[in-house]
């Protein structure tokens, strides 16, 4: 039987290039499907609002697989208040996702969706650092790789190659620092170990601030920093780490048998895999009570 996973950065399926025409119940069920191929038991489904559809009807296709899914919903803090946070609690998500901010995190026009976030245990996923653009510079170039010339080609057709407001400085690892001091029964998860360049940050935020977490999600280049920087059980302790797939059907499975590589090369005990396979982040979502030594 394998061990059960949870995936805190799982985002409902979307056709980016013609989003209207998309057979959402199909889509939903592959990725469906392909979770649970992988070994995953629970996954924290990033729908609704400020990126695909209406936050009612992408609950009616999570609901399909009620079993996995639990909703979080995207949300733009900017627009979102913290009356609109309570409206989705009400409806059923139980955490947010927030990412492109045209402030920084801890601006304190955000702090009303916070207090009630806290008030109702929703954990935010939060997006650290660089937004990738399809093409990772580090590993490949249009020059001589026939894949991302054409990803290339496609960005400077598309809408994203006139501009856009965003900022990696409006969502740094310390901005939790700022949210956990002032809201620190809110649960807090860092996408990416706070992303290529704010390792050390996120690392700092993580070792002192009792409800801040990190994913691991983010790709090869993130997956080997894991180990060639010492940062699963060295720099961040195992019990701040959850586990996140952030990628399409067909790479999810490699990811997790990724996951069990960075654990077998940092030589993790079989329940320090287990806490950032399932166990922390279903004690961040209070699907599991947390213990604690001497009880």
């Known amino acids: 039987m394998k061990p059960p996973i949870w995936d805190v950065h799982c985002h409902f399926p979307r056709n980016w290039e013609n989003p209207d025409d998309h057979d959402h119940a199909k889509a939903l069920d592959e990725r469906a499907d392909a979770l649970r191929a992988a070994g995953v038991t629970r996954a924290s489904l990033l729908c609704g609002g400020r990126f695909g559809l209406e936050y009612e009807e992408s609950l009616k296709y999570a609901r399909r697989h009620e079993d996995l899914f639990v909703p979080s919903a995207m949300v733009d803090p900017e627009d979102v208040t913290g009356r609109e946070v309570r409206r989705l609690h009400d409806l059923g998500y139980r955490g947010l996702k927030m990412i492109g901010v045209r402030r920084p995190y801890d601006d304190y026009k955000y702090f009303g969706v916070y207090q009630v976030a806290e008030e109702l245990n929703m954990p935010i996923l ?68 706070g992303g290529t360049g704010n390792y050390d940050e996120a690392a700092s935020v993580t070792r002192w601030r009792h409800n801040v977490y990190l994913d691991m999600s983010g790709g090869d280049t993130i997956e ?32 997790v048998t990724n996951l069990e590589g960075i654990f077998d090369a940092v030589g993790l005990d079989d329940d320090q895999k287990h806490r950032i396979r399932y166990q922390n982040a279903a004690e961040i979502f209070g699907f599991e009570q947390p213990a604690f030594a001497g009880e």
Not at 176 to 188: G, K, S, Y
Not at 228 to 250: A, Q
């Open 224 to 255: 080997r920093h894991a180990v060639e920087r010492r940062l699963v059980g060295y720099e961040i302790g195992v019990e701040k780490l959850t586990w996140g797939s952030d990628c399409g059907n067909d790479e999810i499975a490699q990811h």
């Open 126 to 193: 939060m997006h650290m650092g660089v937004i990738g653009g399809g093409i990772d510079y580090s590993i490949t170039h249009p020059r001589r790789d026939p894949k991302a010339a054409e990803t290339y080609r496609r960005w400077a057709e598309g809408p994203r190659a006139a501009g856009r407001d965003v900022s990696a400085t409006r969502m740094r690892p310390f901005h939790m620092d700022t949210i956990a001091n002032n809201f620190p029964n809110l649960r807090l998860i860092g996408a990416h170990m």
